[in-house]
């Protein structure tokens, strides 16, 4: 299926320098599903998608009338309904955002000679560095690489045991005692 995301705060406003969580969190959902995923700067040549996500987070931003009566864009955000907004999909809502949507604009802004400061919120990914300030605010702040390194495998053997603690395993805990039940002659009788 071919998705396309519209940030539309994003064509439609001049000093906007955040991204949009929705539309991230979008993107990874249909990412993971197999479609492919374009972000969309402008609101032609839409036909050309199965569907069209339009997310507005400012009620000045202007989006033209014709574009949310497409029978193929689903339209949200506060933009459009204030505290009326309907909630994403559970399986949306909780999915990790796709923190690359956004890395072409990006790119494309840097080249044409805008200062890398307007958009650190979409390069420096900025939860690692308010993570690293709670926890250690003399540590030294991870790098871009460091960062793209580990979203691609997350997993560690050291994260799982701290989420595990002291836990064990059932079957090992049976295991070993059996052993010694076995070793203490005991062998099935119950301990006392």
């Not at 955002?97 to 900025?126: I, K």
Request: glycine share 8%.
């Amino acid at each position: 299926m071919r998705i396309a995301i519209i940030d539309a705060d994003l064509i439609g406003r001049k000093r906007h320098r955040l991204p949009t969580l929705v539309c991230m969190k979008l993107a990874g959902y249909h990412k993971e599903h197999g479609d492919s995923v374009d972000l969309k700067l402008d609101y032609e040549g839409l036909e050309r998608y199965d569907r069209v996500f339009l997310s507005r987070v400012f009620t000045d931003t202007p989006v033209p009338a014709r574009i949310v009566d497409r029978p193929n864009v689903v339209y949200g955000g506060t933009g459009f309904f204030y505290d009326r907004a309907e909630p994403l999909p559970e399986a949306v809502e909780h999915h990790m955002p796709d923190y690359h949507l956004y890395n072409a604009w990006v790119q494309t802004q840097l080249v044409a000679g805008r200062p890398r400061n307007e958009f650190r919120y979409y390069l420096d990914y900025s939860i690692f560095e308010t993570y690293r300030m709670i926890t250690n605010p003399e540590g030294k702040p991870k790098t871009r690489k460091q960062i793209v390194r580990w979203l691609q495998s997350p997993y560690t053997d050291g994260a799982e045991y701290r989420l595990w603690g002291n836990g064990v395993a059932l079957p090992v805990v049976f295991f070993i005692m059996a052993g010694i039940a076995w070793a203490d002659g005991l062998d099935g009788k119950a301990l006392s």
